[in-house]
C-alpha cells in the first residue's frame, strides 16, 4: 500500500507558475511509473504526465513545452513544474503510483487560473 498526498496547487494567474508536489509514504524508487492526473468539473480524469522508475517521461499534448515531471527518489517525491498556466488548466491534479498489479491515488489538489 502506498498513501500520496500532493500539495502546492491554489489560485494564479494566466501566464503564471506553480510546482505541485507529491510525497509517497514508500519507497519510489522501485514503482513501475509516477504521474499527474486532472479532472474538470463535469469531466473524465485525464493523463497529465507519467514518468518511469528508469526515467521516461510522457506528457498529454495539451501540456508539451509548459509542464515537467520529475521525480526525487531520496525524498519520495514527485513533482509537477506547471509554467505558462491557461484557465483551460484549471483542475484537481491527482497524484498517482501504478504497480503492476496495483493503483494508488492522492486526495488531489485544486489549480485555479483565473484573473
Known amino acids: 500500500q502506498v498513501q500520496l498526498v500532493e500539495s502546492g496547487g491554489g489560485l494564479v494567474q494566466p501566464g503564471g507558475s506553480l510546482r505541485l508536489s507529491c510525497a509517497a509514504s514508500?519507497?519510489?524508487?522501485?514503482?513501475?511509473?509516477m504521474g499527474w492526473y486532472r479532472q474538470a468539473p463535469g469531466k473524465q480524469r485525464d493523463l497529465v504526465a507519467t514518468?518511469?522508475?528508469?526515467?521516461?517521461?510522457n506528457y498529454a499534448d495539451s501540456v508539451k513545452g509548459r509542464f515537467t515531471i520529475s521525480r526525487h527518489n531520496a525524498k519520495n517525491t514527485v513533482y509537477l513544474q506547471m509554467n505558462s498556466l491557461k484557465p483551460e488548466d484549471t483542475a484537481v491534479y491527482y497524484c498517482?503510483?501504478?504497480?503492476?498489479?496495483?493503483?494508488?491515488w492522492g486526495q488531489g489538489t485544486q489549480v485555479t487560473v483565473s484573473l
Open positions: 498517482n503510483a501504478r504497480e503492476i498489479l496495483d493503483d494508488f
Open positions: 514518468i518511469t522508475r528508469g526515467g521516461s517521461t
Open positions: 514508500a519507497s519510489i524508487s522501485t514503482i513501475y511509473a
